[in-house]
């Protein structure tokens, strides 16, 4: 069983930065971050391999937002730059056993509470 614990959301307005960290428990395999607003379906925002590591962006955030990982402590990052209002969503972090970095939340077999981030001005 993997616990995962993301933190680092907030409010900022257009422009700003933030990083999100999710923090695991037992071993983390691939992770990625996803992204999810009233009325929409979760979608895929970056992820990362456990082995590697390789990384994939989706096209909304590709050049503005970084994925990585420190394994030593288990710990997944979002470094999220040039916030735009439509970045605006509740972020969670997932890991899966799937090889490679797969898109689809349904790959996914363990979550995190979310963390929201609001870029409003």
């Known amino acids: 069983q993997i616990r995962l614990m993301e933190s680092g959301g907030g409010q900022v307005q257009p422009g700003a930065s933030l990083r999100l960290s999710c923090v695991a428990s037992?071993?983390?395999?691939?992770m990625g971050w996803f992204r999810q607003s009233p009325g929409k379906e979760r979608e895929f925002v970056a992820g990362?391999?456990?082995?590697?590591?390789?990384?994939e962006y989706s096209d909304s955030v590709k050049g503005r937002f970084t994925i990585s990982r420190d394994t030593s402590i288990r710990t997944l990052y979002l470094q999220m730059d040039n916030l735009k209002p439509e970045d605006t969503a509740l972020y969670y972090c997932?890991?899966?056993?799937?090889?490679?970095?797969?898109?689809?939340?349904?790959?996914?077999?363990?979550w995190g509470q979310g963390t929201q981030v609001t870029v409003s001005s």
């Open positions: 990362i391999s456990e082995i590697g590591p390789r990384t």
């Open positions: 037992g071993r983390t395999y691939s």
């Open positions: 997932g890991a899966t056993p799937r090889v490679g970095i797969p898109k689809s939340p349904n790959d996914y077999s363990y």
